[in-house]
C-alpha cells in the first residue's frame, strides 16, 4: 500500500511540473545581426539582416558554400508596420538577443520621429543597449549584403565589432544605443553618429572586393538632424577626447615640396577648462599627447616634429570646430563641460542644453607633444647618400 501510495504521489507530481514545452530550438530560429532603417515617400523602409546560423559557430572559418546572410525589405507608414509586413514573409521565429548594429539613412534622421525610432528599439525587451549605431548615403541594402574581407562571418564585420580595429585608429569614435540616449539626455543634447560608407580599395584575382569604412559623423539632436561631418573636415574630433587609442597625423617637411612626414598619435590626453569673465564663457583646451616616427626621408630634428605635430593638430581642431559651428553643432562638447564644472553659469547661459559659441570660445588651444618616439632608428635616416 505504501509503495503504491508514493507511485502515485511521484506520477501526480511529474504531471504539475512545466517542463520545457515553450522552449524555442536554437535550429528553429533566425538571428537578427543588423537592421537598417531609411525614410522615402512618407513611408518607413526597413531592411533585416539576417545572419547564417551555420556561420555562427565557425566565424573563424565559415563555410565558403553558404550564403552568408539574406536582407529581407518591407515598407510600413510606420517602422512597427514595416516589421510585421516582413513577418509575414518568414517562415521561423526572429530572435533579436543577438542584434549588433543599426544604420540610419541620412533622410530617416531627417525625419521628425527619428527619435521615436530609437525609443522603439529600445523597448523592445530582447534588445539591448549594447547595439552598435551608424548612419549612411549609401545604399543601406548594399552595405547589409557586403561580405568581410576574406570571406570572414558577418559577426566579425567592422559594423558587427568595430572596436577590433578600434587600437589600429580611432578617426570616429563608436557609439552604441547606451551612448546615443547619454548624449541626447545630457548637455549639449547632441551625439555624433559614425558615418559608414562603402569602400571598394579591395579584390581578390576574380573579382573586385568592397567592405565598409568610417569616414565622418551625422549629428543628431533632440531637435532633429544637424547634418554631417565628414573627411578632412572630420579629422579634429578624434584629438579631442580621451578614448582615441591611436591616429596619425601627416605634414609636409621643410625644403623639398614632396618631402612628407607621417607620424603616430597616441595617448591623448585633453583637458578643457571653462573661463568665465563679464558674463563671458571661453574654453581653454589643452590636449597632451605622445608621437612616433613611421618613416624618415631625410634628417630632421625633434625639434621640427614636434612644431610640425603642434601646427597641423592644431588645424585640424581649428577646422572641425568651424565647419561645426557652421551647422550649429558643439561637435566638442563645451556646453557639457561647462555643465560640469560650473552649472550656475551653464543655467544663465544655456538655451535648450546649449550655451552660444563663436568661433573665439576657444581663447586658448595648447598641443604639448610628451614624447617624440624615433622607433628603433635615430632621427637621422637608416641610408645614407
Request: net charge neutral; glycine share 6%; proline share 3%.
Amino acid at each position: 500500500m505504501k509503495k503504491k501510495f508514493i507511485l502515485l504521489s511521484g506520477l501526480a507530481t511529474s504531471l504539475l511540473l512545466s517542463g520545457c514545452w515553450d522552449i524555442n530550438e536554437a535550429q528553429r530560429m533566425y538571428y537578427v545581426d543588423g537592421l537598417g532603417i531609411d525614410y522615402k515617400d512618407g513611408q518607413y523602409e526597413i531592411y533585416l539582416q539576417l545572419i547564417n546560423f551555420t556561420n555562427v559557430a565557425k566565424s573563424e572559418y565559415p563555410n565558403p558554400q553558404t550564403v552568408p546572410a539574406e536582407v529581407g525589405q518591407a515598407k510600413g507608414k510606420t517602422l512597427e508596420e514595416a516589421l510585421f509586413k516582413l513577418f509575414r514573409s518568414i517562415d521561423q521565429k526572429v530572435f533579436w538577443g543577438h542584434m549588433t548594429f543599426i544604420i540610419f539613412s541620412e533622410e530617416a534622421l531627417k525625419d521628425k520621429n527619428a527619435l521615436s525610432i530609437i525609443d522603439t528599439v529600445l523597448r523592445y525587451r530582447e534588445t539591448r543597449y549594447q547595439i552598435w549605431t551608424y548612419c549612411t548615403q549609401d545604399s543601406i541594402k548594399d552595405i547589409l549584403l557586403l561580405t568581410p574581407i576574406l570571406n570572414k562571418s558577418l559577426i566579425s564585420s567592422k559594423l558587427s565589432t568595430p572596436l577590433d580595429t578600434d587600437d589600429q585608429e580611432t578617426f570616429v569614435e563608436p557609439v552604441n544605443f547606451r551612448n546615443l540616449v547619454i548624449g541626447l539626455n545630457e548637455p549639449n543634447h547632441e551625439i555624433g553618429i559614425p558615418y559608414v560608407t562603402i569602400n571598394k580599395n579591395w579584390e581578390t584575382a576574380e573579382q573586385q572586393g568592397q567592405d565598409t569604412t568610417f569616414i565622418g559623423v551625422g549629428v543628431l539632436s533632440k531637435s532633429g538632424f544637424k547634418g554631417l561631418i565628414k573627411n578632412d573636415a572630420a579629422r579634429g574630433m578624434q584629438w579631442m577626447h580621451n578614448r582615441t587609442h591611436r591616429g596619425e597625423i601627416t605634414f609636409k617637411l621643410d625644403g623639398d615640396e614632396t618631402d612628407f612626414l607621417t607620424v603616430t598619435l597616441e595617448k591623448i590626453k585633453v583637458d578643457i577648462e571653462p573661463l568665465v569673465k563679464n558674463n563671458q564663457v571661453t574654453f581653454e583646451v589643452v590636449v597632451k599627447l605622445n608621437a612616433t616616427l613611421n618613416g624618415l626621408k631625410t634628417n630632421v630634428s625633434e625639434d621640427e616634429i614636434r612644431k610640425k605635430i603642434i601646427k597641423e593638430v592644431k588645424k585640424e581642431i581649428r577646422t572641425t570646430y568651424k565647419e561645426a559651428l557652421a551647422k550649429d553643432i558643439d561637435i566638442y562638447r563645451l556646453s557639457e563641460h561647462l555643465y560640469r564644472k560650473n552649472v550656475k553659469v551653464w543655467k544663465r547661459l544655456e538655451k535648450d542644453g546649449k550655451i552660444p559659441l563663436t568661433p573665439s570660445s576657444i581663447s586658448k588651444l595648447e598641443i604639448d607633444v610628451n614624447q617624440v618616439n624615433s622607433g628603433r632608428k635615430t632621427f637621422t635616416g637608416t641610408f645614407n647618400d
